[in-house]
């Protein structure tokens, strides 16, 4: 079953850019990005851009609107995801607990719906 592991955090929760704190975070994302490969449940992942590059769109009566920024105003905002095939949830949540900013954030887990 395929699962997607959407990763949250606050915008400036966790090491920052340019620290030494940093490069290890990446260095951990490298390295949980190979166990996933070598375990063959990695189906994909990228970390997204900050949140202030978001647009929001919606149709209300055939009508497109947009807007800048992210659907919700929220402390904690989406900063990327992995894609997983796993065998159920548990092992699904066992993989999302190995992402670096888990430490620092959430990974909410959720099924794929298959149609």
């Known amino acids: 079953m395929k699962y997607i592991a959407l990763i949250y955090a606050a915008e400036n929760a966790g090491p920052q850019y340019g620290t030494d704190?940093?490069?290890?975070?990446?260095?951990?994302?490298?390295?949980?990005?190979e166990r996933y490969e070598k375990d063959g449940v990695l189906l994909g992942g990228d970390a997204l851009q900050d949140v202030n590059t978001a647009t929001t769109i919606s149709v209300r009566n055939g009508k497109t609107e947009t807007?800048?920024?992210p659907f919700a105003e929220t402390k904690e905002q989406l900063g990327g995801y992995y894609l997983f095939e796993c065998e159920n949830l548990d092992q699904a949540l066992k993989y999302a607990a190995m992402i670096p900013s888990a430490k620092y954030g959430r990974v909410e887990v959720r099924p794929i719906m298959e149609y």
């Not at 704190?21 to 390295?31: L, N, V």
């Open 67 to 69: 807007i800048d920024g």
């Open 21 to 33: 704190e940093f490069d290890q975070m990446i260095g951990e994302y490298g390295s949980i990005t």
